[in-house]
């Protein structure tokens, strides 16, 4: 019985809750949070749901746990705020995307919204928007009806502790830098003040003749956030928007967004390299440090390929800032069938890790491309033709650490990559980490239950790979007698 290309005769999730640090006592807290989230994606393609469905529904069953950093639960910036990223690319590459947006619930829902209003005509010709920031996502969010929360809203008792743990000693290191510096003016001096006069006005007082006269610039702030309608902020069934049992302590070490065991039928490896070392010590191991990009991969019934990432972004980190996961090409990346691609190869891959250096590398469109054509660099230039593994190995070791923007810079170099590759055979799933752990869950149409692992390298810098293969069951029919192939 031959089969039609691109059919599609397999759906399969995988989702990933960070890469970084992940206290075993916490593994399994993480862990549940993956499958449920896989088991919840799966139950929606199973009835006929997309595959930008799944994702969608994936990411938010990982925005609304307080053991990930994204939604609900995410770290505080500098003010004490949270401020969310998120990204969705449907089959075709286009996206939706919102950067540093708050009081927005679901962050990976005002981005599905994004890609879905793209694609309507506006009037006069105007081009839609593919990515929002800031109070104008917020108000998008409002207008479009999803649930837009307090300012507190999405701002979990354990985040604020944490930022009050992380104010306290900034403030502290600040004093310290001071008094080393030989430096004794008020903390308050090195405050920024807004401007008291118009630089515009004061240049065209000095051009003009007569008396000048300068006036303050307007104080006028932006319209305040809209205030979602108490019947709206009601959560989905399901979901956890309140703190979960066993909420995570995060110590400060920054990656957006984790030494490795196989569970279930994902097989890891490891290779030594100059990497990032595990923490040390009992506290170490008591403590989770992992500021998760989640993010969600889906092939759908049809076949299409669908892929997102949602965060909270780094603690501590300055207003406005946007990360990797609100960065199409950086946290996530799809590479469309080619019509004539006879094999319908399509790759979709997202990143987790210290997010300004996923950024330098163009870390997801890299690896989507070295697994999409299945080669790595060569050190003499040019490229070479190799397994999709030994491809991924590469773009952390080569692409990743080997960039110059990494290896010059102040901060260490950390990422968790999941890339999956569909062909007419199957959809094959490759994820590789320089951490010391990464949270993962992958469930196909054929599976029971979702395959759950908590990937964890050996120590000593060493890059953890792993992966797994979902086919569905073919079979030949021949005079009437059917023939199991796979």
Same mark, same amino acid.
Request: one cysteine or more.
């Given at each position: 019985?031959?089969?039609?290309?691109? *059919? %599609?005769?397999?759906?399969?999730?995988?989702?990933?809750?960070?890469?970084?640090?992940?206290?075993? @006592?916490?593994? $399994?807290?993480?862990?549940?949070?993956?499958?449920?989230?896989?088991?919840?994606?799966?139950?929606?393609?199973?009835? &006929?749901?997309?595959?930008?469905?799944?994702?969608?529904?994936?990411?938010?069953?990982?925005?609304?746990?307080?053991?990930?950093?994204? &939604?609900?639960?995410?770290?505080?910036?500098?003010?004490?705020?949270?401020?969310?990223?998120?990204?969705?690319?449907?089959?075709?590459?286009?996206?939706?995307?919102?950067?540093?947006?708050?009081?927005?619930?679901?962050?990976?829902?005002? =981005?599905?919204?994004?890609?879905?209003?793209?694609?309507?005509?506006?009037?006069?010709?105007?081009?839609?928007?593919?990515?929002?920031?800031?109070? &104008?996502?917020?108000?998008?969010?409002?207008?479009?009806?999803?649930?837009?929360?307090?300012?507190?809203?999405?701002?979990?008792?354990?985040?604020?502790?944490?930022?009050?743990?992380?104010?306290?000693?900034?403030?502290?290191?600040?004093?310290?830098?001071?008094?080393?510096?030989?430096? @004794?003016?008020?903390? *308050?001096?090195?405050?920024?003040?807004?401007?008291?006069?118009?630089?515009?006005?004061?240049?065209?007082?000095?051009?003009? !003749?007569?008396?000048?006269?300068?006036?303050?610039?307007?104080?006028?702030?932006? $319209?305040?956030?809209?205030?979602?309608?108490?019947?709206?902020?009601?959560?989905?069934? &399901?979901?956890?928007?309140? !703190?979960?049992?066993?909420?995570?302590?995060?110590?400060? $070490?920054?990656?957006?967004?984790?030494?490795?065991?196989?569970?279930?039928?994902?097989?890891? /490896?490891?290779?030594?390299?100059?990497?990032?070392?595990?923490?040390?010590?009992?506290?170490?191991?008591?403590?989770?440090?992992?500021?998760?990009?989640?993010?969600?991969?889906?092939?759908?019934?049809?076949?299409?390929?669908?892929?997102?990432?949602?965060?909270?972004?780094?603690?501590?980190?300055?207003?406005?800032?946007?990360?990797?996961?609100?960065?199409?090409?950086?946290?996530?990346?799809?590479?469309?069938?080619?019509?004539?691609?006879?094999? =319908?190869?399509?790759?979709?891959?997202?990143?987790?890790?210290?997010?300004?250096?996923?950024?330098?590398?163009?870390?997801?469109?890299?690896?989507?491309?070295?697994?999409?054509?299945?080669?790595?660099?060569?050190?003499?230039?040019?490229?070479?033709?190799?397994?999709?593994?030994?491809?991924?190995?590469?773009?952390?070791?080569?692409?990743?650490?080997?960039?110059?923007?990494?290896?010059?810079?102040?901060?260490?170099?950390?990422?968790?990559?999941?890339?999956?590759?569909?062909?007419?055979?199957?959809?094959?799933?490759?994820? =590789?980490?320089?951490?010391?752990?990464?949270?993962?869950?992958?469930?196909?149409?054929?599976?029971?239950? !979702?395959?759950?692992?908590? /990937?964890?390298? %050996?120590?000593?810098?060493?890059?953890?790979?792993? %992966?797994?293969?979902?086919?569905?069951?073919?079979?030949?029919?021949?005079?009437?007698?059917?023939?199991?192939?796979?």
């Amino acid at each position: 019985m031959s089969r039609s290309k691109g *059919s %599609g005769d397999i759906s399969a999730i995988f989702v990933h809750a960070g890469a970084g640090f992940h206290a075993p @006592h916490n593994e $399994k807290a993480h862990l549940e949070t993956c499958e449920k989230a896989a088991r919840v994606a799966m139950s929606m393609l199973k009835n &006929g749901g997309s595959a930008v469905d799944a994702v969608e529904i994936a990411i938010m069953m990982l925005e609304d746990s307080e053991m990930t950093n994204a &939604g609900y639960g995410s770290n505080l910036n500098l003010e004490g705020t949270v401020e969310c990223d998120a990204t969705v690319v449907n089959h075709l590459g286009r996206s939706g995307a919102v950067g540093a947006v708050g009081q927005v619930k679901n962050p990976i829902s005002l =981005a599905r919204v994004i890609l879905d209003a793209s694609s309507k005509p506006l009037s006069l010709a105007r081009v839609p928007p593919n990515f929002l920031v800031g109070q &104008g996502a917020t108000d998008f969010a409002y207008e479009h009806g999803l649930v837009v929360l307090p300012p507190d809203g999405l701002v979990a008792p354990s985040a604020r502790e944490r930022w009050t743990h992380w104010k306290r000693d900034l403030e502290a290191a600040t004093l310290r830098e001071r008094k080393q510096s030989g430096e @004794h003016t008020r903390l *308050s001096s090195h405050f920024r003040r807004p401007p008291t006069v118009n630089p515009a006005q004061l240049l065209s007082a000095a051009s003009s !003749p007569g008396p000048a006269s300068v006036t303050g610039v307007s104080t006028q702030s932006t $319209k305040n956030p809209p205030t979602a309608d108490p019947r709206r902020i009601t959560p989905p069934a &399901g979901s956890e928007l309140a !703190p979960s049992i066993a909420p995570r302590v995060n110590d400060g $070490k920054q990656t957006d967004g984790a030494r490795s065991a196989a569970v279930g039928n994902m097989s890891t /490896s490891h290779d030594n390299l100059s990497l990032p070392e595990a923490p040390h010590g009992v506290d170490a191991m008591d403590i989770d440090r992992v500021n998760d990009t989640v993010g969600a991969i889906a092939i759908d019934s049809k076949g299409n390929i669908a892929a997102g990432s949602s965060s909270g972004g780094i603690g501590m980190k300055h207003r406005g800032r946007i990360g990797p996961a609100a960065l199409v090409g950086i946290g996530t990346a799809v590479f469309p069938v080619d019509p004539n691609d006879s094999e =319908a190869t399509c790759v979709a891959t997202i990143t987790s890790g210290t997010g300004e250096h996923i950024a330098t590398t163009m870390a997801a469109s890299t690896c989507a491309s070295r697994i999409y054509y299945s080669h790595r660099k060569r050190k003499e230039g040019g490229f070479e033709e190799v397994t999709e593994e030994e491809a991924m190995k590469a773009v952390i070791s080569d692409d990743f650490m080997g960039h110059p923007g990494v290896i010059n810079s102040i901060c260490n170099g950390a990422i968790g990559i999941l890339s999956v590759k569909k062909t007419v055979d199957g959809a094959f799933l490759h994820f =590789a980490h320089n951490t010391d752990s990464f949270a993962l869950a992958s469930m196909s149409s054929v599976d029971k239950k !979702p395959v759950c692992v908590m /990937s964890r390298n %050996g120590g000593g810098g060493t890059i953890a790979q792993g %992966g797994r293969a979902c086919r569905a069951k073919r079979y030949l029919i021949t005079a009437n007698v059917q023939i199991k192939l796979s």
